[in-house]
């Protein structure tokens, strides 16, 4: 079987063929992936294609691939640089990277791969990135009105979140209007339009995500403390449930997993401060959430306090068991599997 490991670009892809001894067989830099297919189908035999797992400039060469029957796995960047390093050539390129894809994936067995269904949960994704995208270019444009409010009235206080509400919106708006016609004024009146718009969005791209998590995942809704944002977190983040065959997969992928950190007679474990931080996020809101309201998780952080554990500790731990049951709901979801 030959392996091609491919280093993407945008306006070029180098790809190098390896046999399963990992010795390199051919190389070539082409422009498109139509060209990529020609020259692979020359080298003869049996195929597994390897792409550094970049999905904003992979996804196109993925879709050629996939039409045509080819077979592919996705290598982590990280599984890279021990390659690069174990190579014979040294210094960075192309040709060097895409072997070292090539040979990353001949030594891992258990690469994730393209599953039925990631389109659905990619469109997700899309739909929970430009929702944070929104809220952040929300937050800085009432950022400055409040900078020009207080400019304008030091008097004038606006409670915390209120510019979040359409009544305080136009509460303002009815104010600037009064003001004396100047820059400023005319600045603040467009950045409270600009916050209105922006919040209006908001709320039907959440509606949306309520609308696609209660057709995809609804159990996820049920769990306590995960509303549709949360919900809609976790399944972009995680993705295809099939990709983790345990819980334990799911919470290391999170970084919600304790590390092994022991030596001699001492045995400990430490704080896992990689994996997925947005997934590890998501997790972390709705732990909170719990240990506010939801009274078994109340009672398990106390019972974790009366074991000697911090707060931040016992949280961890009941990230831990969030992660177990995220696993299970969503492996038992009829929509998902």
Not at 106 to 116: N, S, W
């Amino acid at each position: 079987m030959i392996v091609v490991g491919v280093d993407v670009h945008k306006r070029s892809l180098t790809a190098v063929a390896v046999d399963e001894a990992g010795r390199q067989l051919a190389e070539q830099t082409v422009a498109a992936a139509e060209e990529l297919l020609t020259w692979a189908a020359s080298l003869g035999g049996e195929r597994l294609w390897a792409i550094e797992d970049c999905r904003q400039l992979t996804r196109t060469l993925e879709r050629t691939l996939l039409a045509v029957g080819e077979r592919l796995v996705r290598v982590p960047p990280k599984l890279m640089a021990p390659e690069r390093r174990a190579g014979r050539t040294r210094g960075k390129s192309d040709p060097i990277d895409a072997l070292a894809v090539a040979r990353a994936a001949l030594r891992e067995p258990r690469l994730d791969h393209p599953r039925p269904g990631e389109e659905r949960l990619r469109e997700l994704k899309l739909l929970v990135d430009h929702r944070e995208d929104l809220v952040a270019e929300r937050r800085r444009a009432q950022q400055r009105l409040r900078w020009h409010l207080h400019d304008l009235d030091p008097s004038f206080a606006v409670p915390l979140g209120a510019l979040d509400r359409a009544v305080w919106l136009d509460r303002l708006q009815r104010r600037l209007t009064r003001q004396p016609h100047s820059i400023q004024v005319q600045i603040a009146r467009e950045l409270v339009g600009r916050c209105r718009g922006l919040t209006r969005t908001i709320l039907g791209l959440e509606h949306e995500l309520q609308v696609r998590i209660a057709t995809t995942a609804p159990a996820l809704l049920a769990l306590p403390g995960c509303g549709p944002v949360s919900a809609a977190k976790l399944l972009a983040e995680i993705g295809p449930i099939e990709r983790f065959d345990t819980d334990a997969q799911l919470a290391r992928h999170a970084g919600v997993a304790p590390l092994e950190a022991s030596s001699g007679r001492i045995q400990r474990h430490r704080l896992d401060r990689g994996g997925n931080r947005q997934l590890n996020c998501a997790l972390h809101r709705i732990a909170i959430t719990q240990g506010r309201f939801h009274p078994p998780a109340r009672a398990y952080l106390d019972r974790k306090h009366a074991e000697g554990k911090s707060r931040r500790e016992a949280l961890r731990c009941l990230k831990r068991q969030l992660a177990r049951t995220v696993y299970t709901t969503l492996k038992n979801s009829p929509s998902l599997t």
